[in-house]
């Protein structure tokens, strides 16, 4: 059985930092694109960042570049978003995704999906 568990979301002033990590199971992680959405109350879930299955190449929403980064532990099966400088508008919940082997931005071409975990903002 395949699975995506994320995990490191919590409550942070803005200025701060999160690191959120989703361990992988049931797939073989290493060729595998990994990447993270995000999705606010009201809106839809968008692109933040993506990882090539070998972890050489990255993709990055322009709202998030230079203060995310995301990398990957295949050794582990997990995958990291550091997130730093957060801003209010950060706040949404964080999800994981999957799929085989090439990096898109685009949600609907991800198979495996974790449950999410909430990172909420303060000002």
């Known amino acids: 059985q395949v699975q995506l568990v994320e995990s490191g979301g919590g409550l942070v002033q803005a200025g701060g930092s999160l690191r959120l990590s989703c361990a992988a199971s049931g797939l073989t992680f290493g060729v595998y694109v990994m990447a993270w959405f995000r999705q606010a109350p009201g809106k839809e879930r968008d692109f933040v960042a993506a990882i090539s299955w070998i972890g050489g190449s990255t993709n990055y929403a322009d709202s998030v570049k230079d203060r995310f980064t995301i990398s990957r532990d295949n050794a582990k099966n997990t995958v990291f978003l550091q997130m730093n400088s957060l801003k209010p508008e950060d706040t949404a919940v964080y999800y994981c995704?999957?799929?085989?082997?090439?990096?898109?931005?685009?949600?609907?071409?991800?198979?495996?999906w974790g449950q999410g975990t909430q990172v909420t903002v303060s000002s």
């Open positions: 995704a999957a799929r085989f082997y090439q990096m898109t931005t685009d949600r609907t071409t991800y198979d495996l």
